[in-house]
Nanobody, 118 residues
Framework: QVQVEESGGGSVQAGGSLRLSCYVY????????TGWFRQAPGKEREFVGV????????DYADSVKGRFTISRDNAKSTVDLQMNSLKPEDTAVYYC???????????WGQGTQVTVSP
């Protein structure tokens, strides 16, 4: 059974940094894409970034490019999201998700709250 768990959320002032971690239990992340998403109050969930395959190819939403960095450790089945130069508009619940055999994001974590104050 595949389970996904996020950690590392919290509160920070604008301009600060946070690092989120995603741990995937029950399966390797080596051959699958693992992404980060976020959902702000009253808004739909949106894509933040993704790391694909074992080569670590990454892609980011325009809103976070240059500020957020995704890294993966296949041996530990972890994917981290380093968030720098945080802005109040980055406030959201952040979710980690990994793909399944269908290629879609089948496994989701419970989310971790990130709050950025002005």
């Amino acid at each position: 059974q595949v389970q996904v768990e996020e950690s590392g959320g919290g509160s920070v002032q604008a301009g600060g940094s946070l690092r989120l971690s995603c741990y995937v239990y029950g399966r390797t992340i080596r051959n699958y894409a693992t992404g980060w998403f976020r959902q702000a109050p009253g808004k739909e969930r949106e894509f933040v970034g993704v790391t694909r395959w074992s080569g670590g190819n990454t892609d980011y939403a325009d809103s976070v490019k240059g500020r957020f960095t995704i890294s993966r450790d296949n041996a530990k089945s972890t994917v981290d999201l380093q968030m720098n130069s945080l802005k109040p508009e980055d406030t959201a619940v952040y979710y980690c998700a990994t793909t399944g055999l269908s290629g879609g994001y089948e496994y989701w974590g419970q989310g971790t709250q990130v709050t950025v104050s002005p």
